[in-house]
């Protein structure tokens, strides 16, 4: 399995961005965002089941950011609007193993992971 990140770059506050994730070599049923800002730890950003269901949030981007996916393209989406400067970070989509289809939030339940794309919001 394979995932790419990409879509990344230098925005300005209150400015939106799209980040996709490439997927290939495999299927899966759950895939999430994380990011990683500078100094800090991965933190989860959201994820969904592509089958089904509501998608789930981290608090700090309810609201503002939407994960979507185009089957046909082996694609899912991270759409950011309202960035803010604290949103600057590399983020990551990842999925987990191809038999679960439970949500998760801690990134070591992730096995499969994209290179990043860094995402930087000027104020």
């Known amino acids: 399995v394979q995932l790419q990140a990409f879509g990344g770059g230098l925005v300005q506050a209150g400015d939106s961005l799209r980040l996709s994730c490439a997927a290939s070599?495999?299927?899966?049923?759950?895939v999430g965002w994380f990011r990683r800002a500078p100094g800090k730890e991965r933190e989860f950003v959201s994820a969904f089941n592509l089958n089904g269901g509501s998608a789930v949030y981290a608090d700090s981007v309810k609201g503002r950011f939407t994960i979507s996916r185009d089957n046909a393209k082996n694609t899912v989406y991270l759409q950011m609007n309202g960035l803010k400067p604290e949103d600057t970070a590399v983020y990551y989509c990842?999925?987990?193993?191809?038999?679960?289809?439970?949500?998760?939030?801690?990134?070591?339940?992730?096995?499969?992971w994209g290179q990043g794309t860094l995402v930087t919001v000027s104020s």
């Open positions: 070599g495999g299927t899966f049923n759950v």
């Open positions: 990842a999925a987990r193993p191809s038999r679960v289809t439970v949500i998760a939030r801690s990134p070591s339940q992730y096995n499969y």
